[in-house]
């Protein structure tokens, strides 16, 4: 019993361990991703320009609803949006000539960075699935 219990504990513990390195590599990528293609709106410090550009530091917009997120990436924005309170009503074209894989680093560092601690990590499959939905 105890060696069984020992072998999922280590099983477990070898699955998490390689789970955050994953996220911690997508992370990684997805700041290079953010710098050459979201940084100009969105600001180094995912601020955004007030009135212009919502911020995605601590976003409740991003927050709220990942497959949304991905979508938003994915297909662009268009008309008014609420962001933190505050209003925004500018054309996001749609970065869908990101990778999958790019998609889903961009957003988990920023869903990691700035403020942000998303509840799970976005993946390449679940941005494939929301790029043929549209």
């Known amino acids: ?30 700041k290079e991703v953010y710098s050459t293609t979201c940084q100009a709106c969105h600001m180094a410090t995912g601020e955004g320009m007030a009135g212009v550009f919502p911020p995605l530091a601590k976003s409740d917009y991003l927050m709220k609803d990942q497959k949304r997120a991905v ?9 008014e949006v609420t962001v933190n309170g505050k209003a ?32 799970a990590a976005v993946t390449p499959a679940q941005v494939a699935e929301v790029r043929k939905k549209k």
Not at 11 to 28: E, N, P
């Open 71 to 79: 979508g938003v990436v994915v297909h662009g924005l268009s008309g």
């Open 1 to 30: 019993m105890l060696k069984s219990f020992l072998l999922i504990a280590f099983v477990t513990s070898g699955y998490l361990f390689t789970a955050q390195d994953d996220l911690t590599a997508s992370v990684k990528r997805g």
């Open 88 to 119: 925004y009503n500018m054309v996001m074209p749609p970065q869908s000539h990101l990778t999958d894989e790019q998609i889903a680093d961009v957003l988990n560092y920023v869903q990691n960075s700035f403020g942000n601690k998303a509840k």
